[in-house]
T-cell receptor, first 115, second 114 residues
Framework: AQSVTQPDIHITVSEGASLELRCNYSYGATPYLFWYVQSPGQGLQLLLK??????LVQGIKGFEAEFKRSQSSFNLRKPSVHWSDAAEYFCAVGAGTSGTYKYIFGTGTRLKVLA | DTAVSQTPKYLVTQMGNDKSIKCEQN?????MYWYKQDSKKFLKIMFSYNNKELIINETVPNRFSPKSPDKAHLNLHINSLELGDSAVYFC?????????????FGPGTRLTVL
């Protein structure tokens, strides 16, 4: 069965420090992978996505993610975190055919940024 | 211009009542979705519609009835509300129902059942 695992429920980093949020997926075919961010009381905003090609993808707000097929991972990174990055981050895999296609989300990682 | 909008933003009601949440997208997309986010922030798809046709019904109780009057709107009606229905409900849309397409989410409707 398809699934997405985000092993870290909470992460705390200092402002200016680097960040890596982990995401592992289970999916039999080539995955479509997404990272979304949810600020408090807000909807979900797409940070970046991977469909094919270069395994290092760049997103908005200085985020990037690397697809590693051998590790079934799609980790999100940022070299220097800003206080405004404090939010909930969701990894998702797009799974299924046109008749069954849906996103499967991980349980999210809550990021806290210390001043 | 808001791409995907939902009304209301907050909804507080008593058990047993019937309520509706409305969703509209102005992106010209063909596909729309409803997701439920529970108290632990877990997001799960409930329904998807493509060109007003129901595509996915993810074993949701039949107290939940989505309706798509046109491609730009997908409303969610909930009958006989229960405590466990308390959650944040997100509407989303995408251009097509396909793997490479991005879903755009609305701001959510926080439903509280007392």
């Amino acid at each position: 069965a398809q699934s997405v695992t985000q092993p870290d429920i909470h992460i705390t980093v200092s402002e200016g420090a680097s960040l890596e949020l982990r995401c592992n997926y289970s999916y039999g075919a080539t995955p479509y992978l997404f990272w979304y961010v949810q600020s408090p009381g807000q909807g979900l905003q797409l940070l970046l996505k991977y469909f094919s090609g270069d395994t290092l993808v760049q997103g908005i707000k200085g985020f990037e993610a690397e697809f590693k097929r051998s590790q079934s991972s799609f980790n999100l990174r940022k070299p220097s975190v800003h206080w405004s990055d404090a939010a909930e981050y969701f990894c998702a895999v797009g799974a299924g055919t046109s008749g069954t296609y849906k996103y499967i989300f991980g349980t999210g990682t809550r990021l806290k940024v210390l001043a | 211009d808001t791409a995907v909008s939902q009304t209301p933003k907050y909804l507080v009601t008593q058990m047993g009542n019937d309520k509706s949440i409305k969703c509209e997208q102005n992106l010209g997309h063909d596909t729309m979705y409803w997701y439920k986010q529970d108290s632990k922030k877990f997001l799960k798809i409930m329904f998807s519609y493509n060109n007003k046709e129901l595509i996915i019904n993810e074993t949701v109780p039949n107290r939940f009835s989505p309706k798509s009057p046109d491609k730009a709107h997908l409303n969610l009606h909930i009958n006989s509300l229960e405590l466990g229905d308390s959650a944040v409900y997100f509407c989303a849309s995408s251009r097509v129902l396909a793997g490479e397409d991005t879903q755009y989410f609305g701001p959510g409707t926080r439903l509280t059942v007392l």
